[in-house]
């Protein structure tokens, strides 16, 4: 083959790179924005290490257990966010030579919201509550990672938000049943980026490597949490909730950048994609008992069934690759296997009123299992098995609540030998070319914490408000 041909090529070779990497990046992002999350928001539930499924008491309820707001009389309204700071870390043993990466991201911000109006006893019911709240993602939303790091094949940066708007209704029904529904409206907008390696002999020199971006969102997707909570008796709650697997997709475009011995004689046409995967149904299993009434300890059990993510689709849509030849192909739907688990996290908390009526504290610790086998371990996903410490503590001021919570995630140090993570890598797309044999990319250490401060509002309204803290 002429040195003409060879160069053209690998320039059309690059270009079609260019467009499969799509793929990639939406495969680092989506994990995270799957809800493979750390757990919840709410300053009131961090500060219980997340125990907060049997009986919550606070606006956030609708996400927990809706039956809970049940208990609310009157209008209460709740403020909530919380800014968490991913701690990333990645050492490589499988690029000789490259230096450790890190995350340079700021603290991402998450806020959560609800109204609702608790007018006590109608009808047959003993309590009704409507609710309207907004909650954003319990994740990272963010990530800066070198973008010639060693791990730029599995993501560089990532920038996303996806928002949860909810209406809930919680019946009563005497003194020893409540029950609830929460409707959701799942909207989210998501930017990745991502190396592709693009060279035509076997490597990982940046100066071969394309950078591609996808930027898009999914439309609103609707989505509900049932839950139940029974109370045997005046000390004890027992709660159970509900929510079901979710089918996602989100529209976006694909913007690439080639190396720069690629930026001639090829070129992409058309880029819209959709990003394809499901969310793991979640059951929330709590029990609450007020030994005294200034003491109260939970212990709960939630279980994600993330075994359902087989597969990350990227559907392409008129995706195409022209050459100075005259010649195109187009880009097939990109399939991504995946293996992830099904997870539970078991958690205790728990809070005492050391003030009656001004002051409450709060203490919680929490254990979760990984979703992600160690061989698929990725800059992408560092969620893996953590536990988790936490404090909080209530303020009453002004006929109004203050909420404060710190939690640290201790999360497991990974240290992988054996990964099956390999960079995307040009095809073969002209006879007699073959395709480089792809680089493993993923062994090395894997260190990651996390951070978490929140802080909410929860201000009762009118004389009927619930004098519960």
Same mark, same amino acid.
């Given at each position: 083959m002429s040195a003409h041909h060879d160069k053209a090529a690998r320039n059309w070779a690059a270009v079609l790179s260019q467009s499969l990497v799509l793929a990639g990046c939406l495969c680092a992002g989506s994990a995270w924005a799957a809800g493979v999350e750390y757990p919840d928001n709410g300053t009131v539930a961090i500060g219980r290490g997340g125990a907060w499924a049997a009986n919550p008491s606070d606006g956030l309820a609708f996400q927990y257990n809706p039956a809970g707001l049940a208990q609310q009389h009157g209008l209460n309204l709740t403020l909530d966010g919380r800014a968490a700071q991913q701690h990333l870390a990645f050492t490589s043993t499988s690029i000789p030579g490259s230096a450790k990466v890190e995350n340079s991201a700021p603290p991402f911000f998450g806020p959560s919201a609800c109204l609702s109006y608790g007018f006590g006893a109608v009808g047959p019911l003993s309590e009704l509550t409507l609710a309207l709240g907004a909650t954003g993602p319990s994740s990272i939303g963010k990530l800066e990672?070198?973008?010639?790091?060693?791990?730029? *094949?599995?993501?560089?940066?990532?920038?996303?938000?996806?928002?949860?708007?909810?209406?809930?209704?919680?019946?009563?029904?005497?003194?020893? #049943?409540?029950?609830?529904?929460?409707?959701?409206?799942?909207?989210?907008?998501?930017?990745?980026?991502?190396?592709?390696?693009?060279?035509?002999?076997?490597?990982?020199?940046?100066?071969? +490597?394309?950078?591609?971006?996808?930027?898009?969102?999914?439309?609103?997707?609707?989505?509900?949490?049932?839950?139940?909570?029974? #109370?045997?008796t005046k000390t004890l709650a027992i709660g159970l909730s509900w929510r079901p697997r979710l089918d996602f997709a989100a529209d976006g475009t694909l913007k690439t950048v080639g190396p720069d011995w690629a930026k001639t004689s090829s070129w992409q046409v058309g880029d819209t994609a959709q990003l394809q995967l499901k969310f793991a149904d979640m059951v929330r299993l709590g029990a609450q008992w007020r030994p005294r009434p200034d003491w109260e300890v939970e212990v709960d059990a939630v279980y994600e069934a993330w075994s359902a993510l087989k597969e990350v689709r990227i559907k392409t849509s008129n995706i195409n690759v022209k050459t100075s030849f005259d010649t195109s192909k187009p880009v097939p739907d990109i399939v991504f296997p995946h293996v992830f688990q099904d997870t539970i996290s078991l958690r205790l908390g728990g809070e005492h009123e050391l003030l009656a009526g001004r002051l409450r504290l709060r203490a919680g610790y929490m254990y979760e299992t990984s979703a992600v086998p160690t061989k698929y371990v990725s800059v992408d996903f560092p969620n893996w098995a953590r536990h988790?410490?936490?404090?909080?503590?209530?303020?009453?001021?002004? +006929?109004?609540?203050? +909420?404060?919570? *710190? =939690?640290?995630?201790?999360?497991?140090?990974?240290?992988?030998?054996?990964?099956?993570?390999?960079?995307?890598?040009?095809?073969?797309?002209?006879?007699?070319?073959?395709?480089?044999? =792809?680089?493993?990319?993923?062994?090395?250490?894997?260190?990651?914490?996390?951070?978490?401060?929140? #802080?909410?509002?929860?201000?009762?309204?009118?004389?009927?408000?619930? =004098?519960?803290?």
């Open positions: 990672l070198p973008a010639q790091g060693a791990q730029r *094949y599995a993501i560089q940066s990532t920038d996303y938000f996806i928002a949860y708007y909810s209406a809930a209704v919680a019946v009563g029904w005497s003194d020893w #049943l409540r029950l609830g529904l929460t409707f959701q409206l799942a909207h989210g907008n998501a930017t990745f980026t991502q190396a592709v390696y693009s060279g035509t002999a076997p490597g990982t020199d940046p100066k071969n +490597d394309t950078t591609a971006t996808f930027a898009g969102s999914n439309g609103i997707k609707p989505a509900f949490v049932l839950g139940a909570t029974v #109370l045997p988790v410490a936490s404090v909080g503590a209530s303020l009453h001021v002004y +006929d109004a609540w203050i +909420d404060l919570a *710190y =939690a640290h995630h201790f999360v497991a140090t990974q240290t992988v030998t054996d990964s099956v993570i390999e960079q995307k890598e040009t095809p073969a797309v002209l006879p007699g070319m073959d395709a480089p044999k =792809a680089a493993v990319v993923g062994n090395g250490t894997y260190e990651a914490g996390m951070d978490i401060v929140s #802080l909410a509002l929860r201000v009762p309204f009118g004389a009927k408000a619930s =004098a519960k803290p």
